[in-house]
């Protein structure tokens, strides 16, 4: 099953280096079932598109990747679908598309960073299934992550990826990341 969607590679890569599993609707292993193993999905699999299979609603997520590949690698002139690269491969020029959207709110509708915002607060107050859970929007999480950056006066790493750094120091034959305490 060859699947085009690039957007949680690095996450499912990041899983694997953990020794993490990945939600079920993020991947499949080489013959194309579901699977929860990041290895897996890296070494022979393939990400799902957005939302996983047909079931959970995958069937948009394959639209919006279809999208993605079309502006990102036909438009653009690039590789695209099953002509990319495989992932950790280097036997290949990897021809990434881009593109680039540029749009101006205000050509649309007035007061468009007021009802953002508004939509954004409206998005945030909505129930959940448990007052320990939190709907966020698009970087409330990364916000949380730069208090937590700030607070700890560095970034932190799990300790399999200072040893995948440090592994890769040594075969390149350079210094190994210095860790401040």
Same mark, same amino acid.
């Given at each position: 099953?060859?699947?085009?969607?690039?957007? $949680?590679?690095?996450?499912?890569?990041?899983?694997? +280096?953990?020794?993490?599993?990945? &939600?079920?609707?993020?991947?499949?292993? #080489?013959? =194309? @079932?579901?699977?929860?193993?990041?290895?897996?999905?890296?070494?022979?699999?393939?990400?799902?598109?957005?939302?996983?299979?047909?079931?959970?609603?995958?069937? @948009? =997520?394959?639209?919006?990747?279809?999208?993605?590949?079309?502006?990102?690698?036909?438009?653009?002139? #690039?590789?695209?679908?099953?002509? %990319? +690269?495989?992932?950790?491969?280097? $036997?290949?020029?990897?021809?990434?598309?881009?593109?680039?959207? #540029?749009?101006?709110?205000?050509?649309?509708? &007035? =007061?468009?960073?007021?009802?953002?915002?508004?939509?954004?607060?409206?998005?945030? #107050?909505?129930?959940?299934?448990?007052?320990?859970?939190?709907?966020?929007?698009?970087?409330?999480?990364?916000? +949380?992550?730069?208090?937590?950056?700030?607070?700890?006066?560095?970034?932190?790493?799990? @300790? $399999?990826?200072?040893?995948?750094? $440090?592994?890769?120091?040594?075969?390149?034959?350079? @210094? &190994? %990341?210095?860790?401040?305490?």
């Amino acid at each position: 099953m060859k699947v085009t969607e690039k957007c $949680n590679v690095k996450k499912v890569e990041l899983a694997a +280096r953990k020794e993490n599993p990945v &939600p079920l609707s993020w991947g499949v292993g #080489a013959g =194309g @079932k579901e699977t929860v193993d990041p290895k897996e999905v890296l070494h022979g699999g393939g990400l799902l598109p957005l939302g996983g299979v047909e079931v959970s609603g995958g069937y @948009k =997520g394959y639209g919006l990747s279809s999208m993605i590949e079309i502006f990102c690698g036909i438009l653009a002139g #690039a590789h695209w679908g099953p002509h %990319v +690269r495989k992932w950790m491969s280097t $036997n290949a020029e990897a021809d990434l598309g881009q593109c680039f959207v #540029a749009i101006d709110p205000d050509a649309f509708a &007035p =007061g468009f960073a007021e009802r953002l915002q508004d939509f954004m607060q409206t998005m945030r #107050a909505l129930p959940t299934s448990s007052p320990s859970f939190k709907v966020e929007v698009a970087g409330d999480m990364e916000r +949380r992550h730069e208090l937590l950056v700030e607070q700890l006066g560095g970034i932190p790493y799990h @300790k $399999n990826q200072i040893t995948f750094i $440090n592994d890769l120091a040594s075969k390149l034959g350079v @210094k &190994p %990341v210095t860790l401040i305490q």
